[in-house]
């Protein structure tokens, strides 16, 4: 059996660091920890495919950790399945997540209700500048003093 190895970007004791994630087609047992001169020895391509691919630019959006909810393995495994922003989450496809699992239908419903407040929260915090705005009082001097 050829097992798979994947590579990702993971916190741990506050400081980003490369993992890898080993899977045996047929075995439900999966290895995973930070990365070890054997995996890239053993993954050479994945490493490469992996590193080529921390080079590209970040997608504009919200980020999977700001999600109520969210923890930092359901968030590597959306990213795994190329979905790394909230919005992207929201526009996913609901069979794709449940095969991932039920709390990922969750998330992508509370990703969903995120997305509908957003518009309101930025209309809410507009409203209230222009109302500080027209609680100050106004200067009458010529000079701006």
């Given at each position: ?47 490469a ?11 504009k959006?919200g ?9 930092e393995?359901?968030?590597i ?29 969750q998330?992508k ?6 997305m ?12 209230t ?17």
């Amino acid at each position: 059996m050829a097992a798979k190895g994947i590579f990702f970007e993971r916190e741990l004791n506050g400081d980003m660091r490369d993992f890898c994630r080993i899977s045996v087609p047929g075995v439900r047992d999966v290895w995973e920890g930070p990365v070890r001169p054997e995996d890239l020895a053993r993954f050479p391509e994945q490493w490469a495919e992996y590193k080529a691919g921390k080079k590209k630019p970040k997608k504009k959006g919200g980020g999977l950790s700001e999600l109520p909810g969210m923890t930092e393995p359901r968030r590597i495994e959306l990213e795994l399945a190329d979905i790394e922003t909230i919005e992207e989450l929201a526009e996913a496809e609901e069979p794709k997540l449940r095969q991932m699992g039920e709390p990922y239908v969750q998330l992508k419903k509370i990703a969903e209700l995120q997305m509908q407040a957003k518009p309101k929260r930025a209309a809410k915090k507009a409203a209230t500048k222009v109302e500080e705005v027209a609680d100050e009082p106004a200067d009458d001097s010529a000079d701006g003093s």
